[in-house]
């Protein structure tokens, strides 16, 4: 499988925008690179690479769609989708072929027939497959995909909807950068210190009043001096 090319210049602190445009401009050149040959039915491992770069493209164009206009985003997304699929088509039965050649090696010759019959359909489809890849091909070409990509990626701009912004907000330019071995957030404390600062002064502790406390002792809702009560002092009252 081919390896991923670096991106020039990406690094973390890198504005969202500028990373948008330096991903998706080297990915898509990544992926056409990848399709010299790609229909060689010989060599099934130009199809897997083109398939590998397909996804590649895919995943950060997904990731980066708040920075692109959805009029000519949307679209090249789903020519990418149908060439991915394409490449589907043929890389399927290439992995099923690959297999069975294994396992034909491994039996006894007596067998070779039985494996070829089986693989007859598969190879069919495969025939099937690298008609309908090179016809996707011819597609991108006709609309010249490749070169709309690149004019997609040289259009990136800052999200407008903080919403959609899918990656860290960029910090003020007069912010400190951060500490790396600061300790992570406390989400306790700041839930803490949230609550303080909407409401700095504490509610006053309660008092306690003596003769209530007497009350609950008793059991009888009055105090036990409490001349209208039917404590010991009402009761002699009484006699």
Do not use: W
């Amino acid at each position: 499988m081919a390896k991923a090319r670096d991106i020039p210049g990406l690094h973390a602190r890198m504005p969202f925008a500028q990373a948008a445009a330096a991903t998706v401009a080297v990915r898509a050149e990544e992926l056409f690179e990848q399709s010299e040959n790609v229909l060689d039915m010989d060599d099934i491992e130009r199809v897997h690479d083109m398939r590998v770069a397909s996804r590649r493209l895919r995943a950060v164009m997904e990731i980066y769609a708040p920075c692109f206009p959805p009029g000519e985003f949307k679209p090249l997304l789903k020519e990418v989708k149908a060439l991915a699929d394409a490449l589907g088509a043929r890389r399927d039965p290439d992995v099923l072929l690959a297999q069975l050649a294994k396992l034909e090696g491994s039996l006894p010759k007596a067998n070779a027939p039985g494996v070829d019959a089986f693989a007859a359909p598969i190879h069919a489809e495969q025939q099937e497959g690298n008609e309908v890849l090179a016809a996707a091909l011819d597609q991108a070409e006709h609309t010249d995909l490749r070169g709309r990509l690149q004019l997609l990626a040289a259009s990136a701009a800052a999200p407008e909807d903080a919403e959609d912004f899918r990656g860290s907000p960029p910090a003020p330019p007069d912010a400190a950068p951060p500490d790396p071995d600061a300790a992570p957030p406390d989400p306790a404390g700041e839930a803490v210190a949230a609550a303080l600062a909407a409401d700095p002064e504490p509610a006053p502790a309660a008092v306690v009043d003596p003769d209530d406390l007497a009350v609950h002792a008793n059991g009888d809702g009055h105090g036990a001096d409490d001349p209208g009560g039917d404590g010991p002092d009402a009761g002699g009252a009484g006699a």
